[in-house]
C-alpha cells in the first residue's frame, strides 16, 4: 500500500505565494512521476502540474509561469510552488502518484486547502 501526506495549504493573499509538499511513503516499487490536480467547490478536479520520474513537465494553462513543479525521485516527494496567486486558485489540492511496474496504480493523498482571498 501506498500513502500520500500533503502539506503547506493554507490562506494568502492575491499576488502572494505559498509551496506545497508530499511525501509517499509504503510499497513503492517504481515511482513513474507525481503531480497535484486540484478541485474547487461545484467543478471537477483538474489538472495542475505533473511530473514524470524522466523530469517531462505538465502545467496546466491556467498556472503557466505562476507554479512551479519539483520532484525528487529518490526520497518520493514533490512540491509545488505557487506564485502570483489568484482567488481563482482557491481549491482542494491533491497529490498524486503513479506507481508501479507492470500494472501503473493511481495514489491520491488526501487534499490540503488554499484559499486565496484579500
Known amino acids: 500500500q501506498v500513502q500520500l501526506v500533503e502539506s503547506g495549504g493554507g490562506l494568502a493573499q492575491p499576488g502572494g505565494s505559498l509551496k506545497l509538499s508530499c511525501a509517499a511513503s509504503?510499497?513503492?516499487?517504481?515511482?513513474?512521476?507525481m503531480g497535484w490536480y486540484r478541485q474547487a467547490p461545484g467543478k471537477q478536479r483538474e489538472l495542475v502540474a505533473t511530473m514524470t520520474s524522466r523530469g517531462s513537465t505538465t502545467y496546466s494553462d491556467s498556472v503557466k509561469g505562476r507554479f512551479t513543479i519539483s520532484l525528487d525521485n529518490a526520497q518520493n516527494t514533490v512540491s509545488l510552488q505557487m506564485n502570483s496567486l489568484k482567488p481563482e486558485d482557491t481549491a482542494v489540492y491533491y497529490c498524486?502518484?503513479?506507481?508501479?511496474?507492470?500494472?501503473?496504480?493511481?495514489?491520491w493523498g488526501q487534499g490540503t486547502q488554499v484559499t486565496v482571498s484579500s
Open positions: 509504503g510499497s513503492i516499487f517504481s515511482n513513474r512521476g
Open positions: 498524486n502518484a503513479r506507481i508501479g511496474l507492470g500494472v501503473v496504480l493511481d495514489y
